[in-house]
């Protein structure tokens, strides 16, 4: 087991270890997130992130994804749906001057598996992208990898009033000549609130080409579970 975790650590630090960033910019990232549990085999997907430039509000992006997943089994989860980006301009305003929109449809694939108490997540994820400015729209095809890693710290599992350590690391490929677009990597404190509920307040370093930035996120995860009970 201290050796698979060994190389999930390897794998989350190696890709971002060469980046500079200047440690004086530091953003704010807020995440909603939901799952709607309807049936054994399905469930509705949906989220709402704000990234701004700066700690306080100063839109970055503003992203809204929603999508229809089938749940193959409790450990194998498929995906797809459609997400819409607003992208704006440093300017010290809230949704002031938006400067790129992309409407999004994404397809992907979740595997789970745990050893002991720490729980494993392989996202793979596949986009296609219609990015507009004032001027043109371009089409692109995108690939995403993520592996998140939890570990509670007071229960076995991730249970009622469990505090745990959420760890991830995603890589994104552009099916382009230049294929590495970015990569992000995170840490975070969370607690399990009910069998529902959690929120995180973390870390996350994006690196974008040789350049990376910093954020301090805060994340709601909110999964209601309408199943009729056997």
């Known amino acids: 087991m201290k050796h698979k975790i060994w190389i999930c650590f390897l794998l989350l630090f190696n890709s971002v270890l ?15 997130f939901n799952q709607t549990r309807l049936h054994n085999k399905w469930s509705l997907h ?3 992130q704000f990234r701004s430039y700066e700690i306080q509000p100063n839109t970055e992006q503003l992203l809204i994804r929603g999508g229809l997943s089938f ?17 704006y301009v440093n300017d010290g305003n809230v949704f002031k001057d938006q400067t790129v ?16 108490r720490v729980y494993f997540e392989h996202r793979y994820r596949f986009e296609q992208r219609w990015i507009s400015t004032s001027t043109n729209t371009n089409y692109r095809n995108r690939l995403r990898y993520l592996l998140r890693m939890t570990i509670p710290l007071n229960n076995k599992e991730v249970k009622k009033n469990t505090v745990f350590i959420g760890l991830y690391n995603e890589v994104f490929i552009n099916l382009t000549n230049s294929p590495f677009d970015r990569n992000r990597l995170y840490g975070a404190l969370g607690y399990q609130v009910n069998s529902s509920t959690n929120i995180q307040l973390g870390y996350l370093l994006q690196t974008v080409g040789t350049k990376s930035k910093q954020y301090l996120q805060l994340g709601l995860t909110f999964n209601p579970d309408f199943r009729k009970e056997k």
Do not use: C
Request: hydrophobic fraction near 35%; avoid cysteine.
């Open 71 to 87: 749940h193959y089994n409790p450990s194998l989860i498929f995906t797809a749906g459609y997400g819409w980006i607003t992208n």
């Open 18 to 32: 060469p980046a500079q960033f200047n440690t004086t910019e530091i953003g704010s990232w807020g995440m909603l």
């Open 46 to 48: 949906s989220e709402v």
């Open 101 to 116: 929109d992309e409407n999004r449809i994404w397809e992907q694939i979740i595997l789970k598996s745990n050893s002991g």
